[in-house]
């Protein structure tokens, strides 16, 4: 019998380097595969002549799970790579589907979770607090789920003033549905609702933008961009002239303290 093998997902970070944290860094410097999205990889920079680098394209996650455990139960010490944090709208839940559907021997592998910076909190940082309050995440693909699912959930958070983190907003494949998202918002909160368009945080083209939600639209976004749409209570703090304003949830209803 080969040597115990080992998987870890490891969460790289919204993308400066400097939000990587240590013990992903010492996952990655131990691993002898590391398997990703190419993009992903790239971070990385050069790997040592004894790592192997498996690069693949962004949408066969559960191929690309697969092939972890299978080099993982040959004895590798497997590490898969994810943007943000490895378990929000990424390949953990990839590598757990494919446990579950997979060769028995693989849930009696090694399998670890390594935590990362996910995007809603790097983009939260950079705007002030809108996160001080409740608050949930929505993915607004509907390539895994149906769109009818999607705007039920969106209409229940608006209706339960949850501040609402939409990640993954928009794409070429899904022009509108970002422009609905919004349209339904509308529908629940006041149009001075500031809505933060935070694309590329921590990144060299990072940019944020503050807006109410009257004037929030679907242009506003990419693939790169997380959207946070404020609560009731959602405020902005205006700073001078030029300047963006401070986006902050204040934590009690009500001002009091
Ligand atoms: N696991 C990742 C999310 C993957 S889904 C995480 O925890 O962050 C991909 C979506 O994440 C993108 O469409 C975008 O909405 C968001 N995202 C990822 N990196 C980002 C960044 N640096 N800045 C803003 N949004 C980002």
Sequence with gaps: MSAPGRLVIVGLG???????????RAALDGASDLIGYGP?????????????????????????????????????????????????????????????????????LDIHVEPGV??????????GA????????ISLSDNLKPWEVLEKRLAAALSADFVICL??????????????????????????????????????????????LAEAAGGLADMATLVIIGASTTRCVLRPAGERPWVYTPRSYGGGR
């Design 167 to 212: 990640y993954n907003p928009i794409s070429r494949a899904r022009p509108w549905q970002l422009g609905r998202a919004l349209a339904i918002a509308r529908e629940h909160r006041a149009p001075e609702t500031p809505v933060i368009f935070a694309r590329a945080v921590g990144r060299a083209d990072e940019k944020l933008t503050v807006v109410p």
């Design 40 to 108: 992903y990889l790239d971070r990385l920079g050069d790997l040592r002549p004894d790592q192997r680098r498996h690069a693949s394209d962004n949408r066969v996650e559960l191929e690309r799970a697969r092939h972890a455990l299978t080099l993982a139960a040959e004895g590798r010490r497997v590490v898969v790579v994810s943007g943000g944090d490895p378990g929000v709208f990424a390949m953990a839940a990839a590598v757990f589907e494919a446990v579950e559907g997979g060769d028995p021997a693989w849930a009696g």
């Design 14 to 24: 919204p993308g400066e380097p400097h939000w990587l944290t240590p013990a992903a």
């Design 118 to 127: 996910t995007a809603m909190l790097a983009a939260a940082a950079r705007a």
């Design 130 to 137: 809108p996160l001080g309050g409740d608050f949930c995440a």
